[in-house]
T-cell receptor
Framework: DSGVTQTPKHLITATGQRVTLRCSPR?????VYWYQQSLDQGLQFLIQ???????AKGNILERFSAQQFPDLHSELNLSSLELGDSALYFC???????????????FGPGTRLTVL | AQTVTQSQPEMSVQEAETVTLSCTYDTSESDYYLFWYKQPPSRQMILVIR??????QNATENRFSVNFQKAAKSFSLKISDSQLGDAAMYFC????????????FGSGTKLNVKP
């Protein structure tokens, strides 16, 4: 158990809908990362937050948005869903967003999103 | 942008044998960190081993070791005495040492372990 929690574990919805994925980082971790993993694919970095502020952006669609709240949990909002958005969405946390330490990422179990 | 390449989509190894998974990366940075993550069928991402680019000594964690060749931008993972539980997807990852801390992952190598 990495200490990172994600809810829900599974989500099934229809095209055009909007969903919210939730992530609680490890206690004390300030950085949260979101990744998308499509079937048999690698991890695509979406976005990173550090202590409530957006730190880095990857290949995140405009239909997707995220935020990190004062208690450090994060939410990823996916709207106008398309079939191609079906994937496993991982959240990861690391102690800091700073460059001077290893900052390995601790991954949550993922949320499996199925868009029908 | 940095890229991470894993040229072996799938590999197989006999139980108790040794296997090496390849990873190359492209970067203009001199300082960075490299990681190998394991993703078993449960889909959980598990850190296997990590390496700081400024350290010449190759990292080792029990049966797992790396061959880090900075000039060649190569970071291969060697698994000794392979076990059935090693069967998984293995991802190589690069993290920039700048303040943006972005991680870049390779496409993964699926490792099969034959009994």
């Amino acid at each position: 158990d990495s200490g990172v929690t994600q809810t829900p574990k599974h989500l099934i919805t229809a095209t055009g809908q909007r969903v919210t994925l939730r992530c609680s980082p490890r206690s004390g971790d300030l950085s949260v990362y979101w990744y998308q993993q499509s079937l048999d694919q690698g991890l695509q970095f979406l976005i990173q937050y550090y202590n409530g502020e957006e730190r880095a952006k990857g290949n995140i669609l405009e239909r997707f948005s995220a935020q990190q709240f004062p208690d450090l949990h994060s939410e990823l909002n996916l709207s106008s869903l398309e079939l191609g958005d079906s994937a496993l969405y991982f959240c990861a946390s690391s102690p800091t967003g700073l460059a001077d330490v290893f900052n390995e990422q601790f991954f949550g179990p993922g949320t499996r999103l199925t868009v029908l | 942008a940095q890229t991470v390449t894993q040229s072996q989509p799938e590999m197989s190894v006999q139980e108790a044998e040794t296997v090496t998974l390849s990873c190359t990366y492209d970067t203009s940075e001199s300082d960075y960190y490299l990681f190998w993550y394991k993703q078993p069928p449960s889909r959980q991402m598990i850190l296997v081993i990590r390496q700081e680019a400024y350290k010449q000594q190759n990292a080792t964690e029990n049966r797992f070791s790396v061959n880090f060749q900075k000039a060649a931008k190569s970071f291969s993972l060697k698994i000794s005495d392979s076990q059935l539980g090693d069967a998984a997807m293995y991802f190589c990852a690069y993290r920039s040492a700048d303040n943006f801390n972005k991680f870049y992952f390779g496409s993964g190598t699926k490792l099969n372990v034959k009994p």
